[in-house]
């Protein structure tokens, strides 16, 4: 199980001590920025944390003995709000002059909320503090109405000045909430940056800035549909304060995975103790409850694959989708469409001018076309019928039909694509000709049920499941369509139709990338995942999403074998339709693949083209899914307007992974070759010591009646032939 390290909110030690300066809220969302900012060095935060506290306690030190003067005046004793103690300071207490404006609040403090990343670690979604600029009033003395809306409308003028908005508070707004909250900052305007919030802090002493934790989406468009956004509650109090009032306005997920991982996201709040005095200038503050930051959700996708193929689809294709699917595990590697948004508008609210902008656009970018659109599957359904008409033992992988220019179903003739006749053909020439007169024949040959059959074990007809709202499960009919439609029977146009993906047939993107991890896989249909775990801020293992069983497909092997013979071919032959999805440099790495032209919407002529399939052809990985969605009257194909957009994102993919196995082996071979040279030099260091320890035992021991000449002699003719047979191992 991988582990991973992320930082919840993106800060520096300036970001917190700008917090500390700015608000009336200041320690307290330093404190809980103590608590989340992990990456922060723990010196640095322990030095700033023991300067809060030392501040905390001279400022209570003070205030309680100004309450223990004026109880003395009173002849009353102070009562202890929190009898909770901190480093051996007293008890928090409040005055308890008459004055109204006394107070002791418990508020809430909001829960960072959890990040999305992809399954390398790279945040997708994360939060920063971002500050709005706020009016803070002061006591004023039996205050006329105009009075207090002269002070918020001051206020406010200096800030737009300086800012150069044009933020406003209506006058009931302003009113409510000094009769209500005036000890709380009241927010106005957008939410600011940093600079901008520095010079709001100096401008004027009515005027403060309110640090916020602020959704944001670093990728801006990149897997937007999957993400979804986040939003304002929609609720924030302005009435009198009560318990468990938010410090600040809440979010939470308003569509996508922002939505469905709510409970896992959102995190558990912490409670703030708030003391003012009778002048309703604040004494203290004690963090009653930590809040616990919301868990991290880990997704299947890598953020460079979904950046590639997003950025085909917005250059390539007006509108349209692609899915990449790992063939065992399902995991979805990329889930992209095209026209999309930037999640960032929605946050905290998206404006009258945005919104109308997105409701307007003919594209709809709102809509995922992967997995909340369905179009007939069109030529890519031929692969269901070749298996249905194998498997129910209706032809073998070798039997053979023609594939005339037309065929005639009764009084209504069907045409081919192809003018010209195919001539014979086996089922994987058929597949790689994408002849439709051929599968009419063998469809009808079929039946409808074998047909129906294969496609529902292969997941059509059925959502994937994914933990995203607005799946559709697309179409396939079945005998209670066959009932309500045609009297209870398909007749031989229904399943002509059908036999070429057309008719009542409707499918998805993500269905079509299961569908062909099943066939390159060939054992189960893998459940499509989104979400590889769930994790805590500690990078601790929540969960893994529970995954049901994998449903068998009970398909022969031959049966997958003459099918994916046909896919194969239809890339990698010359007769195939899909040439032009070749990978380009990859080596010996090819793809199979099916490519498919449905007829969409017949009234304006509106088409679609597919590609679907997988990779490498031989020992498949990735299942794909592409998409292209044409417009009105467009001319479209498989082949030509979907096939080479997978050619051109696969090929860096593939081309990258041959260059590292390239030099892995560069570097197997650099290291073999080094323990074979400093093999030999221990070899050749041995031989030379056993052949001089030789020499000497033989000087030590003459040998009787040899003269000593022909003796150094044969030592030097064996010298001589021991060093070229040295040097003949070393050159090899």
Same mark, same amino acid.
């Not at 200041?26 to 404190?31: G, I, P, V």
């Not at 030095?47 to 001279?58: E, G, L, M, R």
């Not at 009769?179 to 939410?191: D, E, I, M, Q």
């Not at 917005?314 to 469409?337: D, H, I, L, Y």
């Given at each position: ?53 030392? #501040? ?12 223990? =003067? ?18 051996? %300071? ?45 009016? #803070? ?9 105009s009075e207090i809306i002269d002070f918020a409308t001051k206020e406010l003028t200096a800030a737009n000045r300086l800012l150069g908005t044009k933020a406003v508070l209506k006058d009931d707004e302003v009113l409510k909430h000094y009769k209500n909250r005036r000890w709380l900052p009241l927010n106005f305007g957008s939410a600011l940056n940093l600079e901008q919030a520095e010079k709001v802090a100096k401008l004027s002493a009515g005027l403060t800035v309110q640090p916020v934790y602020y959704r944001t989406y670093p990728k801006n468009t990149l897997a937007a549909h999957m993400l979804g956004y986040a939003g304002r509650v929609g609720w924030f109090p302005d009435g009198p304060v009560e318990e468990g009032d938010p410090i600040w306005e809440q979010m939470e997920g308003k569509s996508g995975l922002e939505k469905s991982f709510e409970k896992d996201l959102r995190g558990t709040d912490g409670e703030l103790n708030v003391l003012f005095d009778e002048n309703g200038i604040e004494t203290n503050r004690e963090i ?58 929605? $946050? ?30 069109? *030529? ?81 007809? %059925? ?59 060939? %054992? ?10 769930? #994790? ?20 022969? $092997? ?24 070749? !990978? ?62 997978? %050619? ?21 071979? =650099?290291?073999?070759?080094?323990? !074979? ?10 031989? *030379? ?44």
């Amino acid at each position: 199980m991988p582990d991973f390290w992320y930082p919840l909110v993106t800060l520096t030690i300036s970001d917190i001590l700008l917090m500390m300066k700015f608000s009336r809220f200041q320690r307290t969302l330093t404190s809980l920025l103590a608590v989340t900012m992990i990456h922060c060095g723990p010196s640095v935060l322990a030095q700033q944390a023991s300067d809060v506290v030392k #501040q905390d306690i001279d400022a209570t030190e003070a205030d309680l003995l100004e309450v223990e =003067k004026l109880a003395d005046e009173m002849n009353e004793k102070p009562q202890a709000i929190s009898g909770r103690k901190r480093n051996g %300071s007293m008890p928090q207490l409040a005055s308890l002059r008459t004055n109204s404006e006394a107070r002791a609040f418990i508020l809430q403090i909001p829960a960072p909320r959890g990040m999305f990343m992809d399954r390398n670690g790279v945040p997708l979604a994360t939060n920063e503090v971002r500050y709005y600029a706020a009016v #803070q009033f002061p006591l004023l003395k039996n205050p006329e109405d105009s009075e207090i809306i002269d002070f918020a409308t001051k206020e406010l003028t200096a800030a737009n000045r300086l800012l150069g908005t044009k933020a406003v508070l209506k006058d009931d707004e302003v009113l409510k909430h000094y009769k209500n909250r005036r000890w709380l900052p009241l927010n106005f305007g957008s939410a600011l940056n940093l600079e901008q919030a520095e010079k709001v802090a100096k401008l004027s002493a009515g005027l403060t800035v309110q640090p916020v934790y602020y959704r944001t989406y670093p990728k801006n468009t990149l897997a937007a549909h999957m993400l979804g956004y986040a939003g304002r509650v929609g609720w924030f109090p302005d009435g009198p304060v009560e318990e468990g009032d938010p410090i600040w306005e809440q979010m939470e997920g308003k569509s996508g995975l922002e939505k469905s991982f709510e409970k896992d996201l959102r995190g558990t709040d912490g409670e703030l103790n708030v003391l003012f005095d009778e002048n309703g200038i604040e004494t203290n503050r004690e963090i009653r409850t930590n809040p616990v930051p919301g868990n991290n959700v880990v997704l299947t996708i890598d953020a460079e694959w979904q950046k590639r193929a997003e950025k085909i689809l917005a250059e390539k294709v007006r509108r349209g989708a692609m899915v990449v699917m790992n063939v065992r595990t399902g995991e979805v590697m990329v889930m992209a469409s095209y026209p999309t948004f930037d999640p960032n508008v929605w $946050f905290p609210s998206i404006s009258t001018e945005d919104k109308a902008r997105l409701d307007n656009d003919p594209g709809i970018p709102m809509l995922c076309r992967a997995y909340q659109s369905a179009y007939p599957p069109a *030529s890519t359904f031929k692969v269901a019928v070749a298996m249905a008409a194998l498997q129910s033992g209706t032809i073998s992988p070798y039997s053979l039909f023609p594939g005339p220019p037309t065929y005639a179903v009764g009084n209504r003739v069907f045409s081919n694509w192809n003018k010209n006749h195919e001539g014979d053909l086996d089922v994987a020439k058929a597949i790689a000709r994408s002849c439709n007169t051929w599968f009419y024949r063998v469809g009808i040959m079929t039946g409808a049920g074998p047909i129906i059959d294969i496609a529902k074990r292969f997941g059509m007809g %059925s959502k994937v499941g994914l933990p995203l709202p607005g799946e559709v499960a697309g179409f396939v009919p079945d005998q209670a369509w066959a009932d309500r439609y045609r009297n209870g029977r398909f007749s031989g146009g229904d399943i002509a139709n059908m036999a070429i993906g057309q008719g009542a047939l409707l499918v998805t993107p993500i269905q079509m990338a299961q569908f062909m991890s099943a066939v390159a896989n060939g %054992s189960y249909l893998p459940e499509a995942k989104i979400i590889k775990q769930v #994790q805590d801020v500690r990078n601790n293992l929540v969960r893994i999403p529970r995954s049901g069983s994998q449903r068998r497909l009970d398909v022969d $092997f031959d049966v997958l074998m003459a099918v994916r013979k046909g896919m194969d071919d239809v890339v990698n032959q010359s007769y195939g339709t899909a040439k032009r999805a070749r !990978l380009d440099g990859a080596g010996d790495v090819t793809l199979a693949g099916k490519t498919g032209t449905g007829q969409w919407r017949i009234t304006i002529q509106q088409n679609v083209a597919w590609f679907t399939g997988f990779v490498p052809a031989d020992n498949p990985e990735y299942a794909f899914a592409m998409l292209y969605e044409g417009r009105p009257g467009e001319k479209v194909s498989g082949g030509g307007s979907a096939a080479p957009l997978i %050619s051109e994102f696969f090929s860096p993919i593939y081309n990258e992974k041959l260059k590292k196995e390239e030099e892995r082996l560069d570097e197997e071979k =650099k290291r073999m070759l080094e323990m !074979l040279q400093a093999e030999s030099e221990r070899n050749a260091q041995e031989r *030379s010591e056993r052949e001089a320890l030789a020499e000497q035992r033989a000087l030590e021991n003459p040998v009787q009646g040899t003269d000593r000449q022909d003796m150094e002699d044969g030592a030097a003719e064996r010298k001589a032939l021991l060093d070229q047979v040295i040097r003949m191992t070393d050159g090899e």
